[in-house]
């Protein structure tokens, strides 16, 4: 009874603040269909970038072959920023013209070698191909539709779990858990209420977003049952991790901040917005301590079949999240003890 009476007093609080609290809950809806229309305007490209400190005359006309290529964009590049330029995704390839030789740089082997393939094509014959045509596997997309859906509306529930989460925060300067401590209900009590609420907050956004998308007739790429067990998952992570940022901060600007600021992080190690086979090494190195990493590779396996596997990127998400889960709670005692 206790925790029903915390919900029920949280959702009131939250109702006081309408546009706040409607904007918050159609948050997710936004991101999918942002994503969709995104995803539907950006087409696949490939863009190298070329050094030329040689001015040979079969150099010359190599570059003026290349950008007479369809579906290929040419820039000069600058010698001293290469690497720099792969790592930020500016270039997929990068030509280094010399008089007698031409070095190839990229972060990615296939492309770097579809591209010297090319190059060398027009150093023997002097015609233009379409790119696309030559090499079809070039412009097929790194992440699916329901990779960018899942991990962008991640990166969206990261920071709206957190902001709901911040009650505990304004309870305990509004002297709410004073009052609370002194009652006959457990700490216990509120704490799991608070966590309910957000939890069940969290996964009505989800639902809501999902009916809307079918009602709109909106394709993520994903049947009922993989958007339900994710959507179960997705919103475990997002309320243990809201939580642990409410519960870990003093104030509501902290908590934020700091929730935003991880969202951020995570989605872009992640992979939300570069592709992590794109990504340099190390940088795919440090996606593994990102939850947005693991919810990407588990949509991917879900949309191979894998429904029912005890996979690797499951049992990650679920210790990620109960670890949280034990942290927020020992915070939360701490706060609600003091």
């Known amino acids: 009874m206790g925790i029903i009476l915390v919900i029920k007093n949280n959702i009131k609080r939250e109702l006081k603040n309408k546009g706040k609290f409607l904007v918050i809950f159609f948050m997710p809806t936004i991101i999918i269909a942002l994503t969709v229309v995104g995803n539907f305007l950006m087409k696949p490209s490939v863009t190298i970038g070329i050094v030329n400190e040689s001015k040979e005359q079969e150099n010359l006309q190599l570059i003026e072959l290349l950008k007479k290529t369809e579906n290929l964009k040419v820039n000069t590049a600058n010698k001293e920023s290469i690497k720099t330029d792969l790592i930020m995704g500016k270039y997929s390839v990068t030509l280094d013209l010399k008089d007698d030789d031409i070095e190839f740089y990229s972060e990615d082997g296939y492309r ?47 920071i709206t779990t957190a902001m709901t989460a911040s009650i505990l925060i304004r309870d305990k300067e509004e002297g709410i858990l004073t009052r609370f401590r002194y009652s006959p209900k457990k700490v216990s009590v509120y704490t799991l209420g608070n966590l309910i609420y957000n939890f069940l907050i969290t996964l009505t956004q989800l639902a809501m977003a999902f009916i809307i998308s079918g009602l709109l007739k909106i394709d993520i790429g994903m049947g009922g049952k993989e958007i339900i067990l994710l959507g179960f998952i997705i919103t475990f ?102």
């Open 237 to 338: 992570v997002s309320t243990s991790l809201g939580g642990f940022i409410g519960s870990a901060f003093k104030t509501e600007i902290q908590a934020n901040i700091m929730s935003s600021v991880v969202a951020v992080i995570s989605s872009l190690l992640g992979g939300a917005f570069i592709p992590i086979d794109k990504m340099p090494k190390a940088m795919k190195l440090i996606s593994n301590i990102t939850p947005t990493k693991w919810i990407v590779s588990l949509t991917s396996e879900f949309e191979n079949g894998l429904l029912i596997t005890l996979n690797t990127s499951l049992v990650v998400l679920l210790l990620f999240g109960s670890i949280l889960l034990i942290l927020s709670n020992m915070f939360n005692s701490r706060k609600l003890n003091n």
């Open 112 to 158: 770097k070698k579809e591209i010297e393939r090319l190059v060398y094509l027009y150093k023997e014959n002097n015609y233009n191909v379409d790119l696309k045509q030559f090499s079809p596997e070039l412009f097929k997309e790194s992440m699916s539709m329901s990779e960018r859906v899942m991990a962008l509306v991640s990166m969206c529930l990261f």
